[in-house]
T-cell receptor
Framework: AQSVTQPDIHITVSEGASLELRCNYS??????LFWYVQSPGQGLQLLLK??????LVQGIKGFEAEFKRSQSSFNLRKPSVHWSDAAEYFC??????????FGTGTRLLVSP | DTGVSQDPRHKITKRGQNVTFRCDPI?????LYWYRQTLGQGPEFLTY????????KSRLLSDRFSAERPKGSFSTLEIQRTEQGDSAMYLC??????????????FGNGTRLTVT
């Protein structure tokens, strides 16, 4: 079965603190993974992608993600969160021809 | 690159009415996708086009839904005899690619449909 699980519905982080959003996937072949961010009422913006090679990938806005095949995980991290990072974050899996399977999302709240 | 444009941004309709949404992809992109996002969920794939050909439709796309991309540029998504369960955000995305795994999607801001 092809699926993406984001176990945390909401996460609250203090501004300036570090962030890690969890993502686990289930897929029978080599996974092609993405993280997207969505602000209220907006579409999705690509943060970063993993296709192959280096398991630590860098993205925009200071985000990075680490692919761990043994744990079927692709967690998103940021060393220091800014108030403007408050949004909903979606992990997704490409099942071919960009037919993405998305997780249910994690809403990030940033406290002052 | 003016981005993916969707029209209208919001649509309120009564149950049983027909609605049509439009998507203008990034001009050089040959692939166009429709996704649906309900409250509290991630987007779900509906259908996609490569140029003017509709190559795949999800089983989520009932017979009341039809999508077209007549000249390989803009696309329309029509829902006939709308039901309250059709209330959702309809997202369009485009990409340029010749293989199945590269070329990440660029999403529009969506059309939010409310069926009363």
């Amino acid at each position: 079965a092809q699926s993406v699980t984001q176990p945390d519905i909401h996460i609250t982080v203090s501004e300036g603190a570090s962030l890690e959003l969890r993502c686990n996937y289930s897929y029978g072949a080599t996974p092609y993974l993405f993280w997207y961010v969505q602000s209220p009422g907006q579409g999705l913006q690509l943060l970063l992608k993993y296709f192959s090679g280096d398991t630590l990938v860098q993205g925009i806005k200071g985000f990075e993600a680490e692919f761990k095949r043994s744990q079927s995980s692709f967690n998103l991290r940021k060393p220091s969160v800014h108030w403007s990072d408050a949004a909903e974050y979606f992990c997704s899996l490409n099942t071919g021809f960009q037919k993405l399977v998305f997780g249910t999302g994690t809403r990030l709240l940033v406290s002052p | 690159d003016t981005g993916v444009s969707q029209d209208p941004r919001h649509k309120i309709t009564k149950r049983g009415q027909n609605v049509t949404f439009r998507c203008d992809p990034i001009s050089e992109h040959n692939r166009l996708y429709w996704y649906r996002q309900t409250l509290g969920q991630g987007p779900e794939f509906l259908t996609y086009f490569q140029n003017e050909a509709q190559l795949e439709k999800s089983r989520l796309l009932s017979d009341r839904f039809s999508a077209e991309r007549p000249k390989g540029s803009f696309s329309t998504l029509e829902i006939q005899r709308t039901e309250q369960g059709d209330s959702a955000m309809y997202l369009c995305a485009s990409s340029f690619g010749s293989d199945s795994y590269n070329s990440p999607l660029h999403f529009g801001n969506g059309t939010r449909l409310t069926v009363t």
